[in-house]
């Protein structure tokens, strides 16, 4: 989780929303964990109001679900329904 954590700090710097955050878009290469599948992910925007719903239900959280916003928070969410 560490190693996801801090792929996803890298985004942030750069400014990129994710939005689909799910074990199958997290690779093992040796001992690295990545971040992959960026098909629905915005860049340099922070917060989505009102936008297309995309991702998967199971891993959205619910303001997402809503489609009322999208922000880091809500990637965030995504890491921690990983975590556990």
């Known amino acids: 989780m560490e190693q996801i954590i801090a792929g996803y700090r890298y985004l942030l710097q750069l400014k990129i929303l994710h939005r689909d955050l799910k074990p199958p878009n997290i690779l093992k290469s040796g001992p690295n964990w990545k971040i992959c599948d960026f098909g629905f992910s915005v860049m340099g925007?922070?917060?989505?109001?009102?936008?297309?719903?995309?991702?998967?239900?199971?891993?959205?959280?619910?303001?997402?679900?809503?489609?009322?916003?999208?922000?880091p928070k809500t990637d965030f969410f995504s890491i921690g329904v990983l975590c556990y």
């Open 45 to 71: 925007k922070r917060n989505l109001v009102g936008e297309i719903n995309v991702g998967t239900p199971a891993y959205m959280a619910p303001e997402s679900l809503e489609r009322t916003i999208y922000s």
